[in-house]
């Protein structure tokens, strides 16, 4: 194993070597950068692969370098994306924005004169000025072989001069807001006044991949362009070797963009990739020609840490977060969950739903999961209850009308209190068994009796008062009549003794 030391003198001799052999391509190229990653900074945390998601901008090669969400443009990733940088051939995905927007991509079109106009070391289809072609093929050899004359071609056919494509390119890097972006030429060899920035060539690449034309030319493995009238069939292989089938820097979720390098640009790569229904796009501008994957583990692992940034649920994983939980009435004083029971959702076999979220937004997610959830009780909800009874159904309608259901079962037993001994209360009984109407009759005719029994007792009494009455009047006149009699029989004896005769019997 070599030394960090070592290490590090080796690196610096091959950059000045590179340096010393490469053959200046511009008048007043940019120096090459000097690698910011171990092993030629040890003060940087090494990568960790199995960790993705603690990605941290000094573990990328790119001087310039940002990660967006596509579908929101969420940035989830930056690094210096502000900075002008020379964008290289990735200049090629506005161009080629352009013509999808501005061109009958059905058309067959004879290559202009332009076509030739470019300098000498550029890459090339190639096209020749007055070869008939289909549109479609020119934009496949412009992007997979990255050929200047194909987008010298395209500018003339679009605006009628590459000052006027020039131009509309301007204006629509300004309609996407891109404040950091100036282009000289539609295919990106490095001029002075060339210039974007990695969250400008974001927002571009953003727009284009709303085409799906484009998405099929950049995710393209390899393509074979018909023959024309100056050529035959010929196969040509994306250089973008992130989505070449084979090719060893092959990222499996990678569906495109586009790569771009020359010594005044360094290794640059805009990327995409899917997985999971999350799209991101990549850009890495700058990194390091000393080791020439660079780019492509600078944009695999922009993608990683991505994804990280997402997770995936399922129905049943969102259920048990949330739940449903229900009291059971008449559950023993003792019960350990004072009667409250959580019921499991068994799935019917229709149907699946999952989502994929920024994972700082599970909050949100589990309260509209909750919101959408409508349940059914089937049973009274009475202790004692056994684990796995059928306490009700649940339906779930998700955000797209996807209907779920299933049935809600008890997760565990709920013992019932133990009862009083019953006493026989009449009144409850009454209560109980005979209906309300019934009652108001029985009650009705209890007071008409009772009123019909005190009538009868007060007339009862008053005649029981009048023949007392007149009892104690006839012992009265009795009375009165033996007072009488007495009286007279004292007279008589009276006046007997007077006149010296018996006494008379009194009359009776």
Known sequence: MLTRKLRMIISCLLTALMLALSTCAYAAPTPTPVPTLPPMDASIPVYDENNPGS???????????????????????????????????????MTILLALEYYNINSVVVIPPEAADIPKDSSVVPVTPGEEMTFTDLLY?????????????????????????????????????????????????????HYTSARDMARITQEAMKHTLFRKIVGAS??????????????????????????????????????????????????????????LISVAFKSTVVFPHAKWQDTERMMEYGFAQYQTYDFQQLYEMTGVVVPISGAAEDD??????????????????????????????????????????????????????????????AED??????????????????????????????KDTIPPWLLIIIAFFILF????????????????????????????RRAAQQRRL???????????????????RPVR
């Open 55 to 93: 990605l941290t901008p000094d573990q990328l090669y790119a001087q310039s370098a940002i990660l967006i969400n596509q579908d929101t443009g969420d940035v989830l990733l930056e690094k210096n994306a502000d900075v002008r940088m020379n964008p290289a051939s990735t200049t090629k995905i």
């Open 486 to 504: 007495a009286q007279a029989r004292r007279h008589n004896r009276y006046v007997q003794e007077r006149s010296g005769q018996p006494p008379k």
């Open 141 to 193: 050899g412009f992007m997979l072989k990255s050929g200047n004359d194909a987008g010298n071609a395209i500018a003339v056919l679009v605006a009628g001069s590459i000052d006027s494509f020039v131009d509309m390119m301007n204006d629509r890097a300004a309609e996407l807001g891109c404040t950091n972006t100036h282009f000289v030429n539609p295919h990106g060899y490095t001029a002075e006044g």
């Open 336 to 397: 350990p969950s004072g009667g409250m029971v959580k019921l499991n959702a068994l799935m019917n076999r229709s149907g699946n739903y999952e989502v994929t979220i920024f994972k700082d937004d599970l909050n949100a997610l589990l309260s509209d999961f909750k919101s959408r959830l409508s349940v059914q009780y089937t049973s009274d909800l009475v202790a004692p209850i056994e684990v796995g009874t059928l306490l009700g159904n649940l339906t779930f309608t």
């Open 449 to 476: 009796f009772l009123i019909l029994t005190i009538s009868k007792s007060i007339i009862a009494a008053q005649e029981r008062r009048r023949r007392r009455i007149a009892r104690e009047r006839a012992r009265a």
């Open 222 to 279: 390899d393509y074979t362009m018909q023959a024309s009238s100056m050529r035959d069939e010929v196969l040509i292989w994306n250089s973008n070797n992130m989505v070449v089938w084979g090719s060893p820097y092959r990222y499996k979720y990678a569906t495109g963009v586009k790569t771009g390098t020359t010594s005044a640009a360094g290794q640059c790569l805009v990327g995409s990739a899917t997985k999971n229904d999350i799209n």
């Open 401 to 430: 009308g996807t209907v779920l259901t299933a049935l809600l079962t008890a997760d565990r037993s709920v013992a019932a209190a133990k009862k009083a001994p019953v006493r026989f209360s009449p009144v409850q009984w009454v």
